[in-house]
């Protein structure tokens, strides 16, 4: 799969282990960055992920930020996207299971190296269940086409 993997300053320590550990288990980075430890905002970072995902230009995306919270809320602004801040191995389990998460958010400040690790892996290879699942997840879906709607009737009102 091709994995778009990005982070902020918080995330930068952490970030260059879940590339290679992305990599290891035979996938394609698409690297986001950052690339250095100077101070960046989540939103911008988790916005260009979530597009990539959201457009299919990249399977899924990992991002890390000092608490996985930030980098969640901004990814989950973008349709198409379904980003889960994910804190052990049974969420992100469940986050592919049930709620088919195509967005993994990650705090660098409180999971462990060898734990972020082993929830990419888990994360990676645990496919969506579907059945009573997808139902649940295609009303997210419908969610995000009824404000698209709205959006699109407001504009035009305004026009
Ligand atoms: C950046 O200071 C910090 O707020 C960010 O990494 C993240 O924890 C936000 O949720």
Known sequence: MRIAVGADHRGFAVR???VEAVQRLGHEVVDLGTFSPDAVDYPDVAADAARLVARGE???AILIC???LGMCIAANKIAGARAAPCHD???AEISRRHNDANVLCLSADMLGRRLIEEMIEIWLKTPFEGG???RRVEK???IERESAEKRALDNEERQ
Do not use: K, P
Request: glycine fraction near 12%.
């Open 66 to 68: 000092g608490t996985g």
């Open 140 to 142: 997210i879906t419908a």
């Open 16 to 18: 260059s282990q879940v």
């Open 89 to 91: 191995e049974t969420t």
């Open 58 to 60: 990249a399977d899924q």
């Open 132 to 134: 009573r699942h997808a």
